[in-house]
């Protein structure tokens, strides 16, 4: 792994980025309304404050794509009940420690004596199941499509190492069915959207393609910088202005059209499309990636007979609003009040994607105490 | 540099072939645990002098005030590139005393050790104590030991208890911080949250990252020496420099506005959480301080730090704003502006 990444201030330079924004602003003539997709894109614009140095006909709306943010309650609560058996380690990203589920959350159920372990990878959560061949390792598999390549790649060496303490308990999501329930929504307000560049660069954009010719509506592969984030607006704003409903990639250093083939082959050989139940969005055909049949051993809703469905979100948390574009995180009565990190009422506040918890972080003061800008 | 620490010394007086791993009986009071205090601790300490005849340590005290301080430590590794749990546990201890303005004097070491613990490594770990102890300038004058059954605990935790005389016209504190004080940082960020985070995961970059686990009391006492009127200093451990902006900012009252393009931080830490997804400022230090002086000192409190700091790069990162009540405000290297909160528990790795 190289840390030198010098290139990462090229994408920050102030120079770079105000010239962008000279060009957003002679090209504007419009109100539009932007949503980007992706929870790392988020955290971005809201970190570098980009949505406020734009002009103020730029309207931009926070998608779905925090993969923390979406894993519906029930998932939690079946992991926990897996993870209840003391035979079993459940191994997990950290971020989805503190992820509320109906009653419980990882937090909660460790301290009460589940084995419960963070872990970087499926990688490592394989890693455990190898040295500690006498417990039963279950890793939450959560993500997208930036996931689900290193998740299909776990059960590949487990396969070929014939590891028989290894399984995984999907929640695994697809972008563009998510983006399309919202731009389908009769209420939707959304005009252009701003792709999510990782997902992108592993899965390509041709049903973004779609998408703009099912929904007429323009599309622009954008990635995580602040140069980046303004030159998708620029782009998206170009599209807009122009009446132009096609595809463009602003990110092209990573992004194909087709994508990454090999890690699109091995998710293919591993996981089936299927629908899929989301927090905030609930059922959607064709969403989910769940494991091949023939993979079934590897399943761990199979092997330890866990199959609660979805629940009704009774928190008075306004996640699925969020999550829809359809408000922002102040308009919500629970934020900054009764819903903090410290005690998250819905899993936005939580997630380092979370479109709250950016809100939370970078921008508290609309919610008493000064105003940074005053 | 970091001193590199001196794990060389004399070899350990407990015989290793005899006893090569702590057992239970090392902690039960009797004949071993005398054994374990005279012939490790006693041995390793024997510069500070203790007192492991007697149930306390007598000091002696000139008129004055004292500052006392406590900390516990848990860290994981227990050795990780530029330090160790020992040599933790004395300089976070005396650091905690000088930002007091205190000179620190006396330590007490309470150690729990796991069953099965290497003998070896306890010495060790002795050894890098008396070292730091030493290089601090203070004494480690008791102590107590406790061992837990196998699979309690995680090798050894310990606690470390500090003593401090500050001098009389001392008055350091986050309630005298003022209105266009210049905030100073004494060097770059994020080391030791870094270093002990690929030493625990065993994550590979290609240049090594070292802890800047130091004490800082010679660098505070060199401060105070210069007769500059040090308004506040805080230490930037767990939480790193948000934690410790949004703790003076919400103890003083006062506003804190810090320019992003100043804060220092060397491209290894930076590239590390780029990929990692982590924001620098949170990330953990071990010999970073901040600084709160007239704005008129700042210059030469920048000239002493680069005289005392080990990595010379100390930095003016911001002033105090009585405007901003209580908050910390960054102008971002875009021109932006945003909030720099305190970190609600961890970070994590970003997801995708």
Known sequence: ?374 | MNKEINYTGPSCPLPLDRYPKITSAHGGGGRLTRELVKKIFAEAFRESNPEIEHDSAILQLNKGRLAFTTDSYVVDPLFFPGGDIGKLAVCGTVNDLAMAGAKPMYLSVAMIIEEGFETALLWKIALSMQSAASEANCRIVTGDTKTVQHGKGHGIYINTSGVGLVPDSIEIHPSQVRAGDAVIINGDIGRHGIAVLTAREKLEFEDRIESDCASLSGTIEALLDSGIEIHCLRDLTRGGLGAGLNEIAESSGMGIVVEENRIPIIPPIAGACEILGFDPIYIANEGRFICFVPKASAEKTVAILKEKSPFKDPAIIGTVDAKAGGMVIMNTAIGSRRVIDMPSGEQFPRIC
């Open chain 1, 1 to 374: 792994m190289s840390a030198g990444l010098k290139y990462i201030d090229e994408f920050r330079d102030p120079e770079r980025i105000e010239c962008l924004l000279d060009r957003i602003k002679k090209r504007i003539t419009g109100d539009w309304t932007i949503m980007e997709v992706c929870g790392g894109q988020t955290h971005a614009i809201i970190r570098h404050g980009l949505d406020r140095i734009l002009p103020d006909g730029i309207n931009i709306v926070h998608g779905p794509g925090c993969p923390v943010c979406i894993v519906p309650p029930h998932v939690i609560d079946n992991a926990v009940t897996i993870a209840e058996d003391k035979k079993v380690i459940l191994c997990t990203f950290g971020d989805m420690l503190r992820v509320p589920g109906t009653n419980t959350d990882f937090l909660k159920a460790r301290a009460s004596g589940c084995d419960i372990r963070a872990v970087y990878s499926p990688l490592d959560a394989l890693q455990v199941a190898l040295d500690e061949t006498d417990r039963e390792v279950v890793f939450l598999a959560i993500g997208f499509e930036t996931t689900a390549p290193a998740n299909a790649l776990a059960v590949a060496r487990a396969q070929s190492m014939r590891v028989k303490n290894f399984t995984l308990l999907t929640a695994q999501a697809l972008i563009p069915p998510l983006v399309e329930t919202i731009l389908r929504d009769p209420g939707n307000v959304i005009q252009g959207l701003l792709a999510p560049g990782h997902v992108c660069t592993v899965d390509g954009y041709q049903e973004y393609e779609m998408l703009t010719a099912r929904y007429n509506i323009p599309i622009v592969v954008t990635g995580f910088e602040p140069y980046d984030l303004m030159d998708g607006i620029y782009h998206l704003v170009t599209l807009l202005e122009k009446g132009e409903n096609v595809v463009v990639n602003s990110y092209a250093r990573a992004v194909k059209r087709e994508g990454n083939l090999s890690a699109k082959k091995i998710v293919k050989e591993y996981f089936e499309i299927g629908e899929g139940s989301w927090r905030g969005l609930g059922r959607i055909p064709r969403s989910g990636l769940h494991l091949r049949e023939k993979y079934g051993h590897f399943n761990a809703e199979k092997k330890f007979q866990v199959n609660t469905g979805p629940v009704e979100e009774t928190s008075g948390c306004r996640s699925a609003e969020v999550l829809r574009g359809k408000i922002k995180p102040e308009d919500c009565p629970l934020f900054g009040a009764e819903c903090t990190p410290e005690n998250p009422f819905g899993a936005p506040m939580v997630s380092s994607e979370g479109v709250c918890a950016a809100y939370y972080k970078y921008r508290r003061l609309n919610h008493g105490k000064a105003d940074i800008d005053g």
